[in-house]
Protein backbone atom coordinates (compact mmCIF):
# COMPACT_ATOMS: atom_id res chain seq x y z
CA UNK A 1 0.00 0.00 0.00
CA UNK A 2 1.44 3.64 -0.72
CA UNK A 3 0.98 7.23 0.47
CA UNK A 4 0.46 10.33 -1.97
CA UNK A 5 1.54 13.42 -0.50
CA UNK A 6 1.52 16.82 -1.86
CA UNK A 7 2.10 20.08 -0.07
CA UNK A 8 0.84 23.36 -1.64
CA UNK A 9 4.41 25.06 -1.41
CA UNK A 10 4.76 22.67 -4.49
CA UNK A 11 3.42 25.06 -6.89
CA UNK A 12 4.63 28.00 -5.13
CA UNK A 13 8.52 29.23 -6.48
CA UNK A 14 10.49 31.00 -3.77
CA UNK A 15 14.26 31.61 -3.96
CA UNK A 16 14.64 30.30 -0.46
CA UNK A 17 13.54 26.90 -1.54
CA UNK A 18 15.74 26.37 -4.83
CA UNK A 19 13.67 28.49 -7.07
CA UNK A 20 15.36 31.06 -9.86
CA UNK A 21 17.25 34.20 -7.79
CA UNK A 22 16.44 37.60 -8.12
CA UNK A 23 16.63 40.95 -7.31
CA UNK A 24 14.31 40.74 -3.76
CA UNK A 25 15.11 37.85 -2.86
CA UNK A 26 15.19 38.81 1.08
CA UNK A 27 11.34 39.40 0.79
CA UNK A 28 10.84 35.71 0.98
CA UNK A 29 13.35 34.78 3.81
CA UNK A 30 10.25 34.44 5.73
CA UNK A 31 10.12 33.29 9.21
CA UNK A 32 7.78 30.37 9.32
CA UNK A 33 5.56 28.84 12.45
CA UNK A 34 2.15 26.89 12.00
CA UNK A 35 0.35 29.57 14.50
CA UNK A 36 -2.26 31.74 12.82
CA UNK A 37 0.39 34.93 13.15
CA UNK A 38 1.88 33.15 10.67
CA UNK A 39 -0.43 31.86 8.12
CA UNK A 40 -2.84 34.36 8.52
CA UNK A 41 -1.98 37.71 9.94
CA UNK A 42 1.46 38.72 8.80
CA UNK A 43 0.61 38.05 5.27
CA UNK A 44 -0.71 41.60 5.21
CA UNK A 45 2.91 43.25 6.10
CA UNK A 46 4.38 40.79 3.34
CA UNK A 47 1.72 42.06 0.94
CA UNK A 48 3.05 45.58 1.31
CA UNK A 49 6.68 44.54 1.50
CA UNK A 50 5.83 43.19 -2.25
CA UNK A 51 4.11 46.41 -3.82
CA UNK A 52 6.63 48.24 -2.06
CA UNK A 53 9.33 46.86 -3.68
CA UNK A 54 6.95 47.71 -6.84
CA UNK A 55 7.13 43.84 -7.76
CA UNK A 56 3.80 41.75 -8.39
CA UNK A 57 2.40 39.07 -5.87
CA UNK A 58 4.19 35.95 -6.06
CA UNK A 59 1.46 32.96 -7.09
CA UNK A 60 1.44 29.73 -7.51
CA UNK A 61 1.85 28.11 -10.62
CA UNK A 62 1.47 24.44 -12.54
CA UNK A 63 -1.01 22.75 -10.59
CA UNK A 64 -3.37 22.36 -13.07
CA UNK A 65 -3.18 19.04 -15.06
CA UNK A 66 -1.33 17.20 -11.47
CA UNK A 67 -3.47 14.23 -10.71
CA UNK A 68 -3.19 13.08 -14.37
CA UNK A 69 0.04 11.49 -13.85
CA UNK A 70 -0.85 8.97 -11.20
CA UNK A 71 -2.69 5.62 -10.80
CA UNK A 72 -5.19 5.29 -7.70
CA UNK A 73 -6.52 2.19 -6.32
CA UNK A 74 -10.13 1.71 -6.49
CA UNK A 75 -11.88 3.91 -3.80
CA UNK A 76 -8.67 5.89 -2.87
CA UNK A 77 -9.49 9.24 -0.76
CA UNK A 78 -8.06 12.03 -0.28
CA UNK A 79 -8.07 13.79 2.85
CA UNK A 80 -6.60 17.42 3.66
CA UNK A 81 -5.55 20.23 5.99
CA UNK A 82 -3.46 23.20 6.70
CA UNK A 83 -0.63 21.27 8.14
CA UNK A 84 1.78 18.28 6.60
CA UNK A 85 2.27 17.27 9.98
CA UNK A 86 -0.67 15.18 9.83
CA UNK A 87 0.45 13.06 7.60
CA UNK A 88 2.20 11.47 10.54
CA UNK A 89 -1.03 10.08 11.25
CA UNK A 90 -2.08 8.25 8.39
CA UNK A 91 -1.58 5.17 8.35
CA UNK A 92 -2.85 1.65 6.54
CA UNK A 93 -4.84 0.66 9.08
CA UNK A 94 -7.37 3.66 8.70
CA UNK A 95 -8.56 2.53 5.54
CA UNK A 96 -9.14 -0.86 7.10
CA UNK A 97 -5.56 -2.79 5.97
CA UNK A 98 -3.81 -5.22 8.14
CA UNK A 99 -0.29 -3.98 6.73
CA UNK A 100 1.48 -2.21 9.98
CA UNK A 101 3.23 0.53 7.25
CA UNK A 102 3.12 1.87 3.94
CA UNK A 103 4.90 0.25 1.69
CA UNK A 104 6.41 3.09 -0.02
CA UNK A 105 5.18 6.78 0.83
CA UNK A 106 5.67 9.37 -1.97
CA UNK A 107 5.87 13.39 -1.25
CA UNK A 108 5.57 15.85 -3.30
CA UNK A 109 7.06 19.11 -1.84
CA UNK A 110 9.87 22.07 -1.65
CA UNK A 111 10.98 20.50 1.65
CA UNK A 112 12.12 17.23 2.33
CA UNK A 113 10.29 16.71 5.80
CA UNK A 114 12.62 14.10 7.13
CA UNK A 115 14.28 16.18 9.77
CA UNK A 116 17.13 18.44 9.54
CA UNK A 117 20.49 18.24 11.11
CA UNK A 118 19.68 21.59 12.52
CA UNK A 119 17.66 20.42 15.19
CA UNK A 120 18.76 17.30 15.60
CA UNK A 121 22.61 15.36 14.63
CA UNK A 122 20.83 12.16 13.77
CA UNK A 123 17.68 10.06 13.48
CA UNK A 124 18.29 7.92 17.08
CA UNK A 125 19.34 11.41 18.87
CA UNK A 126 15.65 12.66 17.15
CA UNK A 127 14.23 9.36 18.77
CA UNK A 128 15.60 10.06 21.89
CA UNK A 129 14.75 13.36 22.57
CA UNK A 130 10.97 13.15 22.51
CA UNK A 131 10.98 16.05 20.54
CA UNK A 132 7.66 14.40 18.44
CA UNK A 133 5.93 15.17 14.82
CA UNK A 134 5.85 18.76 13.32
CA UNK A 135 5.56 19.41 9.74
CA UNK A 136 9.28 19.55 9.31
CA UNK A 137 9.60 15.75 10.18
CA UNK A 138 6.53 13.69 10.38
CA UNK A 139 8.02 11.82 7.35
CA UNK A 140 10.46 9.79 10.36
CA UNK A 141 7.28 8.21 11.51
CA UNK A 142 6.70 6.13 8.43
CA UNK A 143 10.84 5.90 8.33
CA UNK A 144 10.78 4.61 11.88
CA UNK A 145 7.64 1.80 10.05
CA UNK A 146 9.55 0.99 7.76
CA UNK A 147 8.40 2.39 4.70
CA UNK A 148 10.41 3.62 1.44
CA UNK A 149 10.45 7.19 1.36
CA UNK A 150 10.73 9.57 -1.61
CA UNK A 151 10.46 12.98 -1.71
CA UNK A 152 10.23 14.99 -5.42
CA UNK A 153 10.88 17.98 -5.62
CA UNK A 154 9.06 20.98 -7.51
CA UNK A 155 10.50 21.49 -11.37
CA UNK A 156 11.06 25.14 -10.66
CA UNK A 157 13.92 23.96 -8.68
CA UNK A 158 17.12 24.47 -10.11
CA UNK A 159 19.34 22.43 -8.33
CA UNK A 160 19.68 19.86 -5.11
CA UNK A 161 22.24 21.59 -4.25
CA UNK A 162 20.79 25.09 -3.36
CA UNK A 163 19.46 24.34 -0.67
CA UNK A 164 21.77 21.61 0.11
CA UNK A 165 19.65 18.36 1.60
CA UNK A 166 20.79 16.34 4.29
CA UNK A 167 17.45 14.50 6.02
CA UNK A 168 17.84 12.01 9.02
CA UNK A 169 16.46 8.86 6.99
CA UNK A 170 17.45 7.40 4.27
CA UNK A 171 14.89 9.18 1.45
CA UNK A 172 15.27 9.31 -2.23
CA UNK A 173 14.88 12.81 -3.47
CA UNK A 174 14.46 14.25 -7.20
CA UNK A 175 13.77 17.16 -9.31
CA UNK A 176 9.84 16.16 -10.57
CA UNK A 177 10.34 15.53 -14.04
CA UNK A 178 6.70 14.47 -14.47
CA UNK A 179 7.47 10.90 -14.53
CA UNK A 180 4.85 9.18 -12.53
CA UNK A 181 5.59 7.03 -9.62
CA UNK A 182 5.62 2.90 -10.33
CA UNK A 183 3.06 2.38 -7.96
CA UNK A 184 -1.12 2.71 -7.28
CA UNK A 185 -1.75 4.83 -4.22
CA UNK A 186 -4.61 3.85 -1.72
CA UNK A 187 -4.75 7.53 0.03
CA UNK A 188 -3.74 11.17 -1.02
CA UNK A 189 -3.01 13.70 1.91
CA UNK A 190 -2.79 17.46 0.47
CA UNK A 191 -1.53 20.31 2.87
CA UNK A 192 -1.98 23.97 2.43
CA UNK A 193 1.42 25.14 3.97
CA UNK A 194 -0.41 28.49 5.29
CA UNK A 195 3.06 29.77 6.71
CA UNK A 196 4.51 29.33 3.72
CA UNK A 197 1.99 29.34 0.76
CA UNK A 198 0.07 33.12 0.60
CA UNK A 199 -3.81 33.28 1.40
CA UNK A 200 -4.05 35.03 -2.35
CA UNK A 201 -3.60 31.57 -3.63
CA UNK A 202 -6.23 30.06 -1.32
CA UNK A 203 -8.53 30.30 -4.52
CA UNK A 204 -6.32 28.53 -6.36
CA UNK A 205 -5.74 25.67 -3.88
CA UNK A 206 -9.67 25.11 -4.15
CA UNK A 207 -9.76 24.08 -7.24
CA UNK A 208 -6.61 22.32 -6.62
CA UNK A 209 -8.57 20.02 -4.35
CA UNK A 210 -11.73 19.99 -7.19
CA UNK A 211 -9.80 18.74 -9.98
CA UNK A 212 -9.01 15.53 -7.81
CA UNK A 213 -10.47 12.69 -9.08
CA UNK A 214 -11.21 11.11 -5.35
CA UNK A 215 -13.78 12.35 -2.77
CA UNK A 216 -12.28 14.38 -0.34
CA UNK A 217 -12.40 15.57 2.85
CA UNK A 218 -11.15 17.74 4.93
CA UNK A 219 -8.50 16.74 8.13
CA UNK A 220 -11.00 17.78 11.22
CA UNK A 221 -8.13 17.34 13.47
CA UNK A 222 -6.13 20.37 12.08
CA UNK A 223 -8.24 23.32 13.22
CA UNK A 224 -7.72 26.22 10.48
CA UNK A 225 -9.85 28.67 8.35
CA UNK A 226 -10.20 28.47 4.58
CA UNK A 227 -9.98 30.39 3.15
CA UNK A 228 -8.12 32.98 5.03
CA UNK A 229 -8.90 36.56 5.14
CA UNK A 230 -7.48 38.56 2.67
CA UNK A 231 -4.74 40.46 2.73
CA UNK A 232 -5.23 42.50 0.15
CA UNK A 233 -8.12 44.53 1.06
CA UNK A 234 -7.41 44.43 4.81
CA UNK A 235 -3.88 46.47 3.60
CA UNK A 236 -6.39 48.23 1.46
CA UNK A 237 -8.70 49.27 4.52
CA UNK A 238 -6.26 50.09 6.82
CA UNK A 239 -4.16 52.56 3.90
CA UNK A 240 -7.82 54.38 3.41
CA UNK A 241 -8.32 55.00 7.58
CA UNK A 242 -5.18 56.09 7.75
CA UNK A 243 -5.72 58.64 4.65
CA UNK A 244 -8.78 59.72 6.72
CA UNK A 245 -6.99 60.55 9.82
CA UNK A 246 -3.97 62.57 7.93
CA UNK A 247 -7.03 64.33 6.21
CA UNK A 248 -8.46 65.09 9.64
CA UNK A 249 -5.39 65.85 11.22
CA UNK A 250 -4.38 68.09 8.37
CA UNK A 251 -7.69 70.66 8.58
CA UNK A 252 -7.10 70.71 12.25
Known amino acids: MNLLVVDWDFFFPTPASGGPQGPH???????????????ET????RLRDFRAAG?????????????????????????????????????PSDLGADAPAWDSVHLYDAHH??????????FDAWKESGDGIRCENWMLAHAWAGSDLHVHFPPWRESLGRPPESPLVPVTMTI????PPPVAFDLVFVCRSGAWVPPWADGAFTEFLRSAPMPRTVFRRNRWAHPRPDPA???????????????ITGDG
Not at 176 to 179: K, L, V
Open 233 to 247: RMANMKAALYRKVEE
Open 176 to 179: DDGT
Open 113 to 122: DAGYRTNHDS
Open 25 to 39: DELFAWPVAEDEFHT
Open 55 to 91: IDLPQVEGWQGFWDRFAFAPGTPLTYADSNAWAAHLW
Open 42 to 45: VWEA
